[in-house]
């Protein structure tokens, strides 16, 4: 079973980098599976941030391609993202999530969550 | 931008049944857009749901089912219970490696 946790700063400066880790345990992040970042603002819907493969591939949501960085680092079992520069709109729960793939394809959806953590940007 | 629409909110009675739809602003929804769904309580994450339009993710009672109706994806939840009442979350496979969520539908059973 697969199990995903989030770790980072809880509070962001306006304009500094909001980054976060992903560990991976359960599972090696060198599979077939792509690893993503999904957001919700405190009251509001979710967000696709973006994907990365274990490769270094990555894909972005389009909204947020010119402030998104994402990466892999095989040897930890853990993916990352930054977001510079971050702006008070960008106070979210922050969930990593694995899209499942296999070596017929992806089925295209997230099938397994983190719990989630809160990054508030705020001076 | 692409804009996946769900209804704001719906309304069930327990033992009833509801169904949620998620309509493409621009376009039809179809299989190719791989539809999943997500059940998320307060304070949780999202619990998956469905994906590949109509495939139960492991440990989903069979109470909910997603289909394609008519130019959206559906998912209905048969015999409503209590512990139904959630937000739930359609997301859409737009291709490229980019998905939309959209935004949530807000459930009662009352």
């Known amino acids: 079973q697969v199990q995903l946790q989030e770790s980072g700063p809880g509070l962001v400066k306006p304009s500094g980098t909001l980054s976060l880790t992903c560990t991976v345990s359960g599972d090696s992040i060198t599979t077939t599976h792509w690893w993503s970042w999904v957001r919700q603002p405190p009251g509001k819907g979710l967000e696709y941030i973006g994907e990365?493969?274990?490769?270094?591939?990555?894909n972005y949501n389009p909204s947020l391609r010119s402030r998104v960085t994402m990466s892999v680092d095989n040897s930890r079992n853990q993916f990352s993202l930054n977001l510079s520069p971050a702006t008070a709109a960008d106070t979210a729960i922050y969930y990593c999530?694995?899209?499942?793939?296999?070596?017929?394809?992806?089925?295209?959806?997230?099938?397994?969550w983190g719990q989630g953590s809160l990054v508030t940007v705020s001076s | 931008q692409t804009v996946v629409t769900q209804e704001p909110s719906f309304s069930v009675s327990p033992g009833g049944t509801v169904t949620l739809t998620c309509a493409l602003a621009s376009d039809s929804v179809s299989t190719d857009h791989y539809p999943n769904w997500y059940q998320q309580t307060p304070g949780q994450p999202p619990r998956t749901l469905i994906y590949?339009?109509?495939t139960r993710s492991s440990g989903v009672p069979d109470r909910f089912s997603g289909s394609i109706l008519g130019n959206r994806a559906a998912l209905t939840i048969t015999g409503a219970q209590a512990d139904d009442e959630a937000d739930y979350y359609c997301v859409l496979y737009m291709g490229g490696g980019i998905y939309v969520f959209g935004g949530g539908t807000k459930l009662t059973v009352l």
């Open positions: 990365v493969h274990h490769g270094g591939r990555t």
């Open positions: 999530t694995r899209i499942s793939c296999s070596g017929g394809g992806c089925l295209y959806y997230f099938d397994s």
């Open positions: 590949n339009t109509d």
